[in-house]
């Protein structure tokens, strides 16, 4: 019998050898594309893609949201308190001057007082919201990890919670206030509504309100009669002054507002703190127990 392989086999044999080496040049071509230049710097880059989302999410855990929605509310509801009632006021020490013959020099003061509420206000709000910072995700664990500053965030919150508790009392009384020329002006107006002075052309009279004018005014003073007088007084002031009231209303109810939801987001950063300061001590005690544990998992809590 023959030892050689039958033709078919050898050929089969012969083609199989001559597409190994191409294989192999595939393979080889497959792993370098794989380490390539390219691919390492994809992989880099995706390595820094993960790296600055993690940053990403990182720094939304740190803000306070309440505290800045609370904020917004607060600075919107005295810039538009602040102006509006510079405004009205304005308007009234002008309406008292050309029309009634009063000069009201205490209302120059008022005005101030405005200016100066508005930048309390706005400092109060931002000092308010880098505490709700500082007690905010894993800055909270890194400035409140000491005891002394725990003592300090939860004095500096209560601190903040009876000012804000002060100021809402007195933004309250500012509302009753306010309603109260709110509805006075509305009364003017609906008085320069009337038919009576709309057709009739009949005076304006305030003599039955002689109690609320200064001793010295003069009863002719006290009415608005003349055709340009009652233009001014209804036209000019009253309807622009009711507006300014109106808007100045709705504000004061918007700061009130914020100011509950100051006093909402201080307590909640009390707590956190408070509580912080009690996990930290049972930390501290799960160490003493077990003190592999400060190497473990115990980075991913606290």
Known sequence: M?????PGKRRAEMDFYQLRPLNKR?????SMGRYSERSLHSDVRMGRYRESGGQCRNCLTRIPYATVIATIMCIVGVGIFCGTMYRGATLSVLMFDQV???HVVWMEVVQMTFVIIGASMG???LMILFVGCLATGATRQKVYRAW??????????????????ILQIAWL??????VIITVTFMIFWGLCSSNRVQNERQCIDFTQFDFLFPNNTRPEHMKVCETIEIKMFCKDYV??????????TVACLLVILSLVHYLMCLSA????IRDHEKFQELQELQYLQDPDMSVTGSKDRF
């Open 123 to 125: 400092a109060l709000g």
């Open 173 to 178: 009384l500012m509302l009753c206030f306010l």
């Open 2 to 6: 023959s030892s050689y392989p039958k």
């Open 239 to 248: 309807e622009n002054a009711v507006v300014m009231f109106i808007l100045a």
């Open 26 to 30: 595939a393979v080889s071509r497959d």
């Open 148 to 165: 002394g500053a725990r003592v300090g965030g939860r004095i500096s919150c209560a601190v903040f919670m009876s000012i804000t508790y």
């Open 269 to 272: 950063n009390y707590a956190h």
């Open 100 to 102: 009634f013959k009063l």
